[in-house]
């Protein structure tokens, strides 16, 4: 007789099963990638949930045109190698007005080079159905949310009025118009999604391991020079530091953090003895108290 | 963050092997307002040592600034996670949280413990497998207590602990623990459950949340946290029947057929002999598909993929099952619901329901009782609203496969959804399928509806009259039956207040009554146009939901919804009757237009107004109308 299933087994089951739930009840479901490592994990289980079959929806990226270089290197070959039908979606008009998170701040550009163009793209392409790679355990407000999120037809989630949802039965019902935002590893922590990493050998970006790379301390935080739009100050000069990346995202935005992890034991190991939380390397979420529950409410992911 | 164990730093690979071999415990916290509950999963993050330095920074300056400890951490800022709450200082949702030991990892649903939001705990309690009910050891065992012990074992969670908290505040006395764990007992005798485990504890202090207490050197048994960790949840599904409902028919091309789901009961290997509930067809199992090979075996609670050896026909929503021991499959059953929406439970309106990936249209019919979640005590009750349980019988229009709920936790479960609103209104647990529903069979009469109608030279039809009060709508009904008469046609109209009169002069006007109404009559104008008769039914009918009922009685075609769209100004204005009158006056509640909804017909099949038509112009265009229908002509019928 087999053992009982380990908690990765079940996770893993648990997710497929949403990710079929949603394949089933939709008529354009989308995957959002955001080539980090959640993502890694939900497109290694999309895989999973439909072999010997490719996913039955394609992958999209909403990019702000500041990603880290290596990011969109990694996300053209895992599409490329996997045989995805990738969207690789920009707000236009962001980028003819020239929004930058050094010129416009960091509110500015995330609103519009990602909130705004994601709903634009999620117009664009009359997608019914977009999976994320959030996780409850990332932040408190996100602890509530349901795996089927019910997006009003401005793309609004409203924290008062959610379906319940018991056992493993999803309400795939919208009006048009409407859609949902589907969560399949709400479940997992991040000690999770490493270990899974680790466990299924899953490719991730290399910005994950240490490596020297040029990077310049401002305001307590390690900013990588990933290429020559950014500004320096006066005495300011790139250092070459042995850093790596604990979450991905605008290279501007995203904070290093000097580290000698260059394997995934050593991620895992560094990580479980260290005194700092995953998103403390996001400059969103400090703006001020409750200020991820009001980019939900607009449409953040 | 740091874990537990010294391999982290020594041998990170032998504690990544370890790792593997975790288990997953799911389980739900239910406590009142003030019980504590909050500070007990803080306190079991921030012992499990899950709290980051920069979280712990904001709680200390949270818990100076809104905290309740008196400027001392207060751990149940840890949680609360909407600004709302936060100011309120209460949880008003189900969150889920997440912490893990070396031996398991573990999900938190954390339910609110005030009273209006029983319908979170169920949410909460229906993927626990342990409950954690708290008591203030101070106040002893509440109404509360025995309303979260109910949903919990209604829910079926076969494991609890009674954490006895606050245990600090009456000086840590074995008596008054075992005076309220005995009452417990008592209690709890009328419940499922298979174990109880009562746990003496402060939360604040953590006197027996990881570390047992000096404090209760007359308590012996485990601490909460070695309790959770150890506990033995039932893995039966395993040993029950093999059922896999199918999610996904996977066919990347012609010589790949899979049928992909979640197993919920049973296991299932190559050579298997499976039926299909829907059809009956039976084949054996050849390959189970995984993207990590073929698997020798499958048990329950595995997303797989099977391939069969015949061609059999399978879609989503067919459950694939053992064939020795197939599941029940009926169209009829009686359920336990909970009712979680705002607007009642309308008995004999027709709602969706989606048990695993099966949908359905449904009706609940009449409840045989509420079961009052405070005292359990069964009470009489035509309705269910928000937060209510009862016992009904669904009637679907389509056989549902399903075990009984209390002898498979992974199947029999189902939510109920409104079909114009979209929203979870409610969710059912079913107790058995009711015989009845193979019992009673149509009885196939010799001279049917086709020809009966023949013989009248006509097609019988339901013309279905629906406005407001004062529309016109009898008025316009009577001229169109008088008209259909002098052409020859047989006819009978159902009048909303005749009816009223005898076969529904046991109803009022409260929503479910007036479901209830339209269905009788609904039914009745079914039996006359089996009859072959054209039947007018004038009825205001001002829900949807229950027009399409009716519709869904009688066959395609034969339904004529007549719109009489006369705006609710000049009804009032004629208000023939004096009833607008009185509405305003408040003297008739429930009245259509003034308290209670009218939702317009977005598809009648034939629209008029006697705002800008004359009743006889009004009239004329429906009879016109019919003609064009074919409902005047004579049906030749198949025989």
Redesign the interface.
Known sequence: M?P??????????ES??II??V??SFERPVMLYSIGKDSSVLLHLA????????PPFPLMHVDTTWKFREMIEFRDRIAAEYGFDLIVHINQDGVKQGIGPFTHGSSLHTDVMKTESLKQALNKYKFDAAFGGAR??EE?????ERVFSFRTETHRWD?KN????????Y?A???KGESIRAFPI??W?E??IW?YI??EQIPIVPLYYSAKRPVVERDGTLIMVDDDRMPLNPGEKPEMKSVRFRTLGCYPLTGAVESEAATL??I??E???????ER?GRMIDHDQ??SM?KKKQEGYF | MAHQSDLIADDILGYLKAQEEKSLLRFITCGSVDDGKSTLIGRLLWDSKLIFEDQLAALESDSRKVGTQGGEIDFALLLDGLQAEREQGITIDVAYRFFSTDKRKFIVADTPGHEQYTRNMATGASTADVAVILIDARKGILTQTRRHSFITSLLGIKHVVLAVNKMDLIDYDQSKFDAIVAEYQEFAKQLKYSSITAIPLSALRGDNMVEASANTPWYSGPTLLAHLENVQVEQDAVEKPFRLPVQWVNRPNLDFRGFSGTISSGRVKPGDEITVTASGQTSKVKEIVTFDGNLDVAIAGQAITLTLEDEIDISRGDVIAEAEAKPDFADQFEARIIWMHEDHLLPGRPYLIKMGAQVANAQISALKYKVNVNTLEHEPGKTLELNEVGIANVSADKALAFDPYDENRHSGRFIIIDRYTNATVGAGMVNHSLRRATNIKWQEMDINKGARAYQKGQKSAVLWFTGLSGAGKSTVANLVEKKLHALGKHTYTLDGDNVRHGLNKDLGFTDADRVENIRRVGETAKLFVDAGVITLVSFISPFKSERQLARSLVEDGEFIEVFIDTPLEVCEQRDVKGLYKKARAGEIANFTGIDSPYERPENAEIVVSTADQSAEEAAEIIVSKLEEFGVLGAWFPEI
């Open positions: 087999q009982n299933l380990t908690h990765l087994r079940q996770l893993e089951a497929i099963h079929r739930e394949a089933a895989r999973k949930a439909f072999y010997p079959a490719p409850r355990d408190k407000a996100r602890a509530k924290p959610q379906r319940p949802e018991l056992w493993d039965i309400n019902r919208i009006n709400s479940n922590t000690l999770d270990q680790y466990l034991p050593d895992i190991q990580m479980l003895l260290t005194r700092s939380s403390q108290a409750g529950e």
